[in-house]
């Protein structure tokens, strides 16, 4: 670390040679910065202060009734988009810059002009707008100001009515699209169902519940015809058992009514034993018994019931007579089922034959059905979203959503707010100083000396006898110290020059001010 020290300080003791090359260099840097510094223009900064009131009362009242805009999010964007050429070329209309433009290329500067010149800010959490505009001239730099207050809350105004207008528009096309694809709809649903008349589903029944009941319908029409089959082979069986003609004979003690009495009364035990009393056959048996004993007890007293002969002639058996009608009501009740199983079977045959038709009618009828519905859910939210439009735009219309309150209005600038002159005149003091400084150690690089013994020694690497030390005579001292006097001066002169400086430019005394 001394071995450092002492060689920058060797650095600046062969630098001091040149001091004066590097006190010329600052004061030539330091004039033409000071020079230039002091005919700059002056720039005027005009303010305006916004504030943007988005709380409204009919938010709450109109929740769900209404489209709430986030205009936060609005008012933000529109800062973004102030500074768009649009919004710029009016503003030049508004302050008329336009004027000084002749061709397309003057108006491009004049923009360009403008988009480094305005200046927009805020402080989110209060919801205050800063506009700001820089220019040479006070009264343009307010104007300009001005201009991008009313752009901004035109723009952010305009803005949502535009949106409701565009919206509107927008939905009324699309319910008049909706509005033709639901009449498509509901022609193509009519005419589907005028083609396939008595295919469709709730007429007649549901086809499955109809094979159900017709399967089951035939079941039990089956069963019916095989138990009428058994009931008439068992009639014709009985029948075939029973004379057509009561025989008369000599000698017998009963008469003929009272053995067929006794033969109905021996097949009724019979038929007793195998159905029960509401069979029937056993009802008829009992009829028939019944019938034989009033035709005995209304027989003549003394009349047997034989013939005069005594040889049996024979008389017509009302059992049989009444058995072979009853046989013919069998035979045609069975007929009748068969015609009805018949019928069945050809119910089942048709309904399976229009299975498929049947089931491809109800699945094209559930596709039309189903984009019916679509379409109709979709028209219908495009109905409440343009009664919540034209809500909305007749309360963007009607009331305030947004409120633009002007709490510092623009004004003439009095004190221009740029350049300042004393802080760029203090770094071009401290620019001309480094300058100076560099230059020195610069030219004492590019000569260098050897400023002990030690450092010879090192770089030529030979042995060093010794060293003569300089004994200054009087005069040359005195001659030394009045130069070391004469550089102190010219530096402290550089520093009175920036201090005049520093109190002309806080009298307002300047170049530029002197020029104008």
Known sequence: ?????????????????????????????????????????????????????????????????????????????????????????????????????????????????????????????????????DDPDPKLAKRL????????????????????????????????????????AEKNIEEFKRKHYGLLPGQGGDLYDQLQKTYAQLEEAKLALEEAINRRDEMARQLEDEEPMFMEFDGGTDSPLDMRIQALESRLDEMLVKYTARHPEVIALKHSIAQLKKQRDARPEGDDGFGDDGMGGGESNPIFQQMKIALSEAEANVASLKARVKAYEDKIKKLSSQMDERLKVETELKNLNRDYETIKANYTKLLDRREQASLSESVEQNTDTVKFRVVDPPQVPSKPSAPNRILLSLAVLAGGLVVGVGLTLVLALLRPTFISVQQLREVTRLPVLGAVSMNWVPAVQKKKWHEFLRFCGASAGLLVVFAVLVLMEIKGINLYSINV
């Not at 109109?62 to 205009?71: E, H, K, M, N, R």
């Not at 070329?89 to 336009?98: F, N, P, Q, S, V």
């Not at 991008?148 to 207008?165: I, K, P």
């Open 1 to 133: 670390m001394y071995e450092l020290l002492q060689q920058v300080l060797g650095y600046l003791k062969v630098a001091s040679r040149y001091k004066w090359w590097g006190l010329m260099t600052a004061w030539l840097v330091c004039l033409s910065g000071w020079i230039f510094v002091s005919q700059m223009p002056d720039r005027f900064t005009a303010q305006a202060k916004v504030y943007v009131d988005t709380r409204s009362v009919l938010r709450p009242l109109l929740q769900g009734l209404a489209i709430q805009p986030d205009v936060d999010a609005r008012v933000r964007l529109m800062t973004r988009l102030l500074f768009t050429r649009p919004n710029l070329e009016k503003i030049a209309r508004m302050t008329d810059l336009d004027l000084a433009a002749k061709d397309e290329a003057a108006m491009e500067a004049i923009v360009n002009h403008l988009k480094g010149s305005l200046a927009i800010s805020s402080a989110r959490k209060e919801n205050i707008y800063s506009l700001a505009a």
């Open 145 to 184: 100001v001005q201009a991008m207050l009313t752009v901004f809350v035109e723009q952010a105004l305009g803005e949502s009515r535009r949106d409701s207008d565009s919206a509107q528009r927008f939905l009324t096309q699309q319910i008049r699209e909706y509005e033709r694809r639901l009449q498509v």
